[in-house]
């Protein structure tokens, strides 16, 4: 099973809201992926968690709070966001951190975000 | 970080093989070439994975060079649903993935 599960798969929030995605793996692996994808663009990377602590945050804004609550899980936490945060959120996961044996980088299927 | 080339776009027909090419030319030794292929509005999908030589697998095969400053991702006979972007990435050893801004291929009837 190389299953990747976000939900839920759309929101609509206001700048004013706070909401959560999350995102689910039962692969056993250790490091969980955020990823934001604007349209046409390529995925760009958010967050790392290996052994379910942040190793990499990519210069995110604040509105932006990562959490893993544990192995399988990775929650990301929304607060006054921006109607420019609207975008496709992928979760992805690996055995370790990529780049170390060439592990491979399982992703779910995207939240599709729009701050109105 | 190793940074990737690839062409923004190819267009092809049913039934061809396509073959997309990613230049990465200061690849370290410990990377691996890894490809993904992506749908509108969906994640990335893992295609295909290798170091060196040739890799095959059911969906495509993946040709490197023996200096592995290329790689050439390979699609037998292609059908309307290979229509996708190609996203092809070195892992760099201790860093992350970043996507370049891979290849948009039409395959038309």
């Known amino acids: 099973d190389t299953e990747v599960t976000q939900t839920p798969k759309h929101l609509v929030m206001g700048m004013t809201n706070k909401k959560s995605l999350k995102c689910e793996q039962h692969?056993?692996?250790?490091?969980m992926y955020w990823y934001k994808q604007k349209a046409k663009k390529p995925p760009e990377l958010m967050f790392v968690?290996?052994?379910?602590?942040?190793?990499i945050n990519e210069s995110v804004p604040s509105r932006f709070s990562p959490e893993c609550p544990n192995s399988s899980l990775l929650n990301l936490h929304l607060h006054a966001l921006q109607p420019e945060d609207s975008a496709l959120y992928l979760c992805?996961?690996?055995?370790?951190?990529?780049?170390?044996?060439?592990?491979?980088?399982?992703f779910g299927p995207g939240t599709r975000l729009l701050v109105l | 970080l190793a940074k990737t080339t690839q062409p923004i776009s190819m267009d092809s027909y049913e039934g061809q093989e396509v073959n997309i090419t990613c230049s990465h030319n200061?690849?370290?030794?410990?990377?691996?070439i890894t490809w993904y292929q992506q749908f509108p509005s969906q994640g990335p999908r893992f295609i295909i994975q290798?170091?060196?030589t040739k890799v095959t697998n059911e969906v495509a095969s993946l040709f490197i060079p023996a200096d592995r400053k290329s790689s050439t991702l390979s699609l037998p006979r292609v059908s309307l649903s290979d229509t996708a972007v190609y996203y092809c990435?070195?892992?760099?050893?201790?860093?992350?993935?970043?996507f370049g801004p891979g290849t948009r291929l039409s395959v038309l009837p």
């Open positions: 990435l070195v892992a760099v050893y201790g860093q992350n993935f970043v």
């Open positions: 290798g170091y060196k």
């Open positions: 200061n690849i370290a030794t410990n990377d691996y």
């Open positions: 968690y290996s052994y379910e602590k942040l190793s």
């Open positions: 992805a996961s690996s055995q370790e951190r990529s780049g170390q044996g060439g592990s491979t980088q399982y």
């Open positions: 692969m056993g692996h250790r490091a």
